[in-house]
């Protein structure tokens, strides 16, 4: 097929792999990423990771999306519409009736700090009957067992990394919930493309070359085979934060 024979190319594409990586570094410079909005609602993210998250999420079709890291909730809230699409459609499929105010699908948001106005906005938004968030560090034992009893009964779960960014976090983040992965679909870390940028990038935060969400993700896929890393998506991007984060579990 002439995309998967593109796709692959561009994995191999030396040239176009610099040049994507230099436009990212200084997008990144530029604060780019904080430009859009998911129907209403700041989304920190590359409209290329978004179209991702897309593809991901009609192709594996969660009934259940497990968020780390809320900041403004524009995150959550694609995930909810994409999951408000997929009901729409199983009922077209089905011949059946759909209502909107029916939320067969969820999306459960976890952050250490739910700012009272983002929350507020998030509340209000007529996605909000999908949404469930936690307020409480993403590792913390109380925090990761109120998930997994929301996880319970859910048949397909995705599950999207993107709290605090060093190795110990994001480690002890995919220990947590990439467990409750259901085969055939994804833990998508976001930010390993840290580990791709000059030392010292992000100034006086936390992580770092060396010390990022990638090494968490390549010392847990090394105990772990039962989740591969698909470069594919990453091949088919180009510019994504999340270089080896899409985590397909077999």
């Known amino acids: 097929m002439e995309r998967t024979s593109a796709i692959e190319a561009y994995g191999r594409n030396e040239e176009f792999r610099t040049i994507s990586a230099e436009w990212r570094a200084k997008s ?14 700041p989304i920190i993210q590359y409209p290329q990771d978004i179209q991702a998250i897309q593809e991901l999420v009609w192709t594996t079709r969660p009934d259940l999306i497990i968020e780390t890291g809320i900041a403004h909730g524009g995150s959550l809230i ?15 499929e089905a011949g059946v009736s759909f209502d909107p105010r029916e939320a067969k699908r969820k999306v459960v948001g976890v952050d250490i700090d739910i700012r009272a106005h983002n929350r507020a906005a998030i509340e209000k938004h007529p996605m909000a009957t999908r949404i469930e968030m936690i307020q409480g560090s993403s590792i913390d034992a109380e925090v990761i067992e ?7 009964g ?26 409750l992965v259901t085969r055939g679909c994804y833990c998508v ?27 968490a993700v390549h010392a847990y896929t090394a105990m772990h085979p039962e989740f591969s890393i698909d470069r594919t998506m990453a ?16």
Do not use: Q
């Open 28 to 41: 990144m410079a530029e604060r780019y990423v904080y430009n859009f909005d998911w129907l209403g609602r």
């Open 78 to 92: 694609l995930s909810a519409s994409l999951l408000a699409l997929l009901d729409m459609c199983d009922a077209i």
């Open 146 to 152: 109120s998930v997994k009893a929301l996880a319970m």
């Open 154 to 179: 859910h048949e397909r779960v995705m599950v999207c990394l993107d709290s605090m960014h060093t190795h110990d976090h994001v480690l002890a983040e995919l220990e947590a919930y990439a467990p």
């Open 189 to 215: 870390v976001f930010d390993t493309f840290v580990e791709e940028l000059s030392p010292g990038f992000f100034g006086d935060r936390a992580w770092d070359v060396g010390n990022n969400p990638m090494t």
């Open 235 to 250: 091949n088919k991007l180009m510019v994504t934060v999340a270089p080896d984060g899409f985590l397909k579990r077999l």
